[in-house]
Structures are given as C-alpha cells and as structure tokens.
T-cell receptor
C-alpha cells in the first residue's frame, strides 16, 4: 500500500527553486516524513526529515502542512547535479518503503 | 555522516554461479541492516532485514534459500545470490540503521549499490 503520492516527473530550470509536492493523507501521529533522492545507479541519499514542524538544512527545506496530510520539499537553487529521483517516505519504522518517487530533471 | 560501504559495485557472473555482496558499516555498529533490490526504472524493493546474530527476516515473495543473508558481526552483512539466473540481474542496495537516531538526522545510511549482471 502506497503511503505517499508524488507526481511522476517534473522539470526545473537551473538556479530556480524546485518545489516537490507529496501527499500523505493517511499519515499517523508518530510517523515522520522523510525525503531521499537517488542519482542514477547510486544508493539513496538522505535529504531531510520532519514530524510536524518545518525543517531546513543545507540541502533543502521541508514544509509540512498543519494537518500533516501533505508536504513540500524545496530545493532553493536547483543545479544540474540535483537531477535525480526524489522519494517522499512516511514511516515510523526503519524499514523505509520507497514509492515511485518524482523524477526531477534540472535543465540549463 | 556515517558511511556504509558496499562491495563490489558491479559484478558479472555466469548463470548457475553464486555471487556474494558485502555491506559494511565503517564507523558505527549496525545491529540491523536492510537489503533492497531495484530493477531498471523501478523503485527500491525491500528484500530482507538482517539482524546481527540471528536469522534474517525476508519480505513476502523473496526466497530465503535463493538470497542468503549473513550478519555475523556488528559491522558486516552479506547477501549471497545462489544459483544466479539472468532474472536475478538487478541493482542491490544495502542500508544500515543508525543506532542513535533520532539524536542524529539520518535514520538509515545507504550503500552505493551493486549492479549484478547474470549472463
């Protein structure tokens, strides 16, 4: 059962912000929202995670709606190296279940 | 952050042979590791959970006799694909649980993956 829904793909212009949406309407109170990305033929790379507050780190910002049913990952200044598949995962266990993700293509 | 090393990064083998993939946690003790498989243009699929000193737990549909997992130490888990066939060709990825999460940011550390091609 897919816990999250993401658009299959999106394009972004280099230097612009990329906003990646994720719906998780069945999220429960103790489940975190995680974002990972996978560049072709590499292992997944952790980006950010949050429970209910918005979070920011050196890579991205995570905006979680008040009802926690959706979130948005923001890459503030996309570069060509940000081209990857981005996975939004909702879980409270260590067995992270990966959905189909969003293929983000950053174009010059 | 902590590092998980996976070896080899790619391997080609003949049909019917066995292939071993290693997953090591380099600077922390990993009591639990996970093995994923990824076919081209598909997402990661969890195969099994590897627990140090005990038998692995396999996900539904994954043959435990086909994919042997050994987690004999706190820093090493191995996945052996036995009697490999072309349909076993895939990208295999391991991950290790961060023992002190949520004090740290990363819940799981992932290896760089192993591309297996069975001829």
């Amino acid at each position: 059962d897919a816990k999250t829904t993401q658009p299959p793909s999106m394009d972004c212009a280099e230097g612009r912000a990329a906003n990646l949406p994720c719906n998780h309407s069945t999220i429960s109170g103790n489940e975190y929202v995680y974002w990972y990305r996978q560049i072709h033929s590499q292992g997944p790379q952790y980006i950010i995670h949050g429970l209910k507050n918005n979070e920011t780190n050196e890579m991205a910002s995570l905006i979680i709606t008040e009802d926690r049913k959706s979130s948005t990952l923001i890459l503030p200044h996309a570069t060509l190296r940000d081209t990857a598949v981005y996975y939004c995962i909702v879980d409270n266990d260590y067995k992270l279940s990966f959905g189909a993700g969003t293929t983000v293509t950053v174009r010059a | 952050g902590a590092v998980v090393s996976q070896h080899p990064s790619w391997v080609i083998c003949k049909s019917g042979t066995s292939v071993k993939i290693e997953c090591r946690s380099l600077d922390f003790q990993a009591t639990t590791m996970f093995w994923y498989r990824q076919f081209p243009k598909q997402s990661l699929m969890l195969m099994a959970t590897s627990n140090e000193g005990s038998k692995a737990t396999y996900e539904q549909g994954v043959e435990k006799d086909k994919f042997l997992i050994n987690h004999a130490s706190l820093t090493l888990s191995t996945l052996t694909v036995t009697s490999a066939h072309p349909e076993d060709s895939s990208f295999y990825i391991c991950s290790a649980r961060d023992p002190i999460f949520p004090e740290t940011n990363e819940k799981l550390f992932f290896g760089s993956g192993t591309q297996l091609s069975v001829l």
